[in-house]
């Protein structure tokens, strides 16, 4: 079996594959302060949860875009699994073409979302990942990633708003009735979500413009995905396990 780990900001996204079947699938913390023995102790108590052990583990693959918590994990898997993963890297196979003026820039997230909406879905197809930082790519009628954006996220956006202000209060990303809200909090609420909606469905219609694909596919993954799917009416599937999906084809690619 694969074992994958996308690795964010906020939170490691792991997953168990057996051949192209997902068996299971796991979120912890992003910590840098953890050792290697405490991230290896979490992950062989979620394993022994599950009926697993992780003598199970052929090969594993990560993405991160949290360098600094690297060395840490490849640490962990040579001692736990004893086995060297393999890190999505400039150099490595993707198998689609990635149009971008500097490679070396992309983010291994966002190679690995591209490899797995141009192999799930085909272009063109547009694909976000609402995670902390909002990112979007798109995946040309050649099946080649194309380029994309970046935004911040709806937890950044708000904790952005409150730490830059002296009197606006905390509050919980949960989207209100109405935009017009008669609450400082709903007021807050209504804001940043619902100008978050409309930040997103502009820029799939630029999306679909530049790509000269009014129909283009569109993706949606990450932590905060089903929080706006529903009024997003752009939004066409939900795949929560893209990235990982990814990992799973560039590891196939590169064994």
């Known amino acids: 079996m694969i074992f994958t780990m996308d690795v964010g900001n906020t939170n490691i996204k792991t997953a168990l594959f057996e051949g192209r079947e997902m068996r299971n ?107 902390t930082a909002t990112t979007f790519g798109a995946i040309d009628q050649q099946g080649a990633f194309a380029g994309g954006c970046i935004c911040p996220g709806l937890k950044l956006t708000s904790e952005a708003l409150v730490s830059g202000t002296a009197k606006l209060p905390r509050f919980e990303l949960v989207k209100p009735d109405h935009v017009i809200g008669r609450t400082t909090v709903t007021n807050l609420q209504a804001g940043v979500i619902y100008g978050y909606i409309g930040q997103v469905n502009y820029l799939v219609q630029r999306f679909r413009k530049e790509l000269g694909a009014p129909d283009a596919l569109v993706v949606a993954t990450g932590g905060m995905a089903r929080l706006v799917a529903d009024e997003v009416g752009t939004i066409d599937r939900l795949d929560g396990i893209l990235t990982l999906k990814g990992l799973r084809l560039i590891y196939e690619r590169n064994r």
């Open 25 to 131: 699938y796991w979120r912890i913390s992003t910590n840098t302060s953890y050792t290697s023995d405490e991230y290896g102790l979490i992950l062989e108590g979620l394993f022994a949860r599950a009926g697993l052990s992780l003598d199970a583990v052929e090969g594993i693959v990560i993405s991160s875009v949290v360098p600094t918590i690297n060395f840490t994990l490849e640490h962990m898997c040579k001692n736990y699994f004893g086995k060297m993963p393999m890190t999505v890297a400039p150099g490595i196979k993707t198998g689609i073409n990635l149009r971008y003026e500097n490679p070396r820039e992309l983010g291994s997230d966002r190679i690995a979302n591209a490899v797995a909406a141009q192999a799930e879905y085909g272009g063109p197809c547009i694909f976000i990942d609402f995670g």
